[in-house]
T-cell receptor, first 113, second 114 residues
Framework: DTEVTQTPKHLVMGMTNKKSLKCEQH?????MYWYKQKAKKPPELMFV???????INESVPSRFSPECPNSSLLNLHLHALQPEDSALYLC????????????FGPGTRLTVT | AQSVAQPEDQVNVAEGNPLTVKCTYS??????LFWYVQYPNRGLQFLLK??????LVKGSYGFEAEFNKSQTSFHLKKPSALVSDSALYFC????????????FGTGTRLKVLA
């Protein structure tokens, strides 16, 4: 199974809402990532978890809160978002760093109204 | 500063013709180079990578890429394009064995015309 799944596929939320994005992989990968991607732009790294510990936080605003409950699951908790946070949010996983490629999920299309 | 450049925003090619999507890099140290493809409203799919060894790397869906150290390039190629190859292509590089971060290129939209 070389699949990364993400739910929901689409999410519309108001600026006062709290919602969560979910990501799952069953490839035994020990690194998991959150990216934000705007239209026709490359993905921007937000967070990296390595062995279930937060390894990288790319100075992401605190209204985004990641969580890694176990080695297969990655969540992104959203609160008090701004319209400019509307984007495609991609989850990815890899066996490790360096030479290992990443496997991406299909993404969650987030719209903040 | 380390960077990756994809000089063409869009490449158009007729179906059945060979295609090339260009990527050049500027990094210190040995580069680990990757190509990904993204179809509309989908995540990125890994195509191929160069780590070391043979300069010609073969990947998924008939794609290959040639690593050229003297020209600091890693162009993606395919001998015969398909309409279904139309997508957004990203080149990416890592420079350290322990790093999780990519430096992504800006992406090249490939349009294969029937």
């Amino acid at each position: 199974d070389t699949e990364v799944t993400q739910t929901p596929k689409h999410l519309v939320m108001g600026m006062t809402n709290k919602k969560s994005l979910k990501c799952e992989q069953h490839m035994g990968h020990r690194a998991m990532y959150w990216y934000k991607q705007k239209a026709k732009k490359p993905p921007e790294l937000m967070f990296v978890y390595s062995y279930e510990k937060l390894s990288i936080n790319e100075s992401v605003p605190s209204r985004f809160s990641p969580e890694c409950p176990n080695s297969s699951l990655l969540n992104l908790h959203l609160h008090a978002l701004q319209p400019e946070d509307s984007a495609l949010y991609l989850c990815a996983s890899s066996q490790g760093a360096g030479t290992y490629e990443q496997y991406f999920g299909p993404g969650t299309r987030l719209t903040v109204t | 500063a380390q960077s990756v450049a994809q000089p063409e925003d869009q490449v158009n090619v007729a179906e059945g013709n060979p295609l090339t999507v260009k990527c050049t890099y500027s990094v210190s140290g040995n580069p680990y180079l990757f190509w990904y493809v993204q179809y509309p409203n989908r995540g990125l799919q890994f195509l191929l990578k160069y780590i070391t060894g043979d300069n010609l790397v073969k990947g998924s869906y008939g794609f290959e890429a040639e690593f050229n150290k003297s020209q600091t390039s890693f162009h993606l190629k395919k001998p015969s394009a398909l309409v279904s190859d139309s997508a957004l292509y990203f080149c990416a590089v890592r420079t350290l064995s322990g790093t999780y971060k990519y430096i992504f290129g800006t992406g090249t939209r490939l349009k294969v015309l029937a």
